[in-house]
């Protein structure tokens, strides 16, 4: 079976950049027809997609996150990397990989993904 775990900062001071990784195993991040994924969900909140990178390495990002997003991969790993810059506290949030179909989301909810890292709660504040 496939596992995803998130690693990264617990607490980021506002305006720095958050990076967290995703490390895969029982699958490569390059099997075709996968998008690994990116959500996060604020508190009081609902669950939002923030971005995707293919198979191929194609990455697709939520707009309104505008320029501040990233998506990258480290194929020797089987790691993806999420970056979010400037950052303020309403960054704050359970953020957490998955693996999807799909590039982006299918206004379906969460049954488009079908494995999820434990989540990670990240904390902004100076």
């Known amino acids: 079976h496939v596992q995803l775990r998130e690693s990264g900062p617990g607490l980021v001071k506002p305006s720095q950049t958050l990076s967290l990784t995703c490390t895969v195993s029982?699958?490569?991040?390059?099997?075709?027809?996968?998008?690994w994924t990116w959500l996060r969900q604020p508190p009081g909140k609902e669950l939002e997609w923030l971005g995707a990178?293919?198979?191929?390495?194609?990455?697709y990002y939520n707009p309104s996150l505008g320029t501040r997003i990233s998506i990258s991969r480290d194929t020797s790993k089987n790691q993806f990397t999420l970056d979010l810059r400037s950052v303020t506290p309403e960054d704050a949030a359970v953020y957490v990989c998955?693996?999807?179909?799909?590039?982006?989301?299918?206004?379906?909810?969460?049954?488009?993904?079908?494995?999820w890292g434990q989540g990670t709660q990240v904390t902004v504040s100076s």
């Open positions: 990178i293919a198979d191929n390495g194609d990455t």
């Open positions: 029982g699958d490569s991040i390059t099997t075709r027809n996968y998008y």
């Open positions: 998955t693996r999807s179909r799909f590039p982006r989301p299918r206004g379906l909810g969460p049954v488009d993904y079908d494995y």
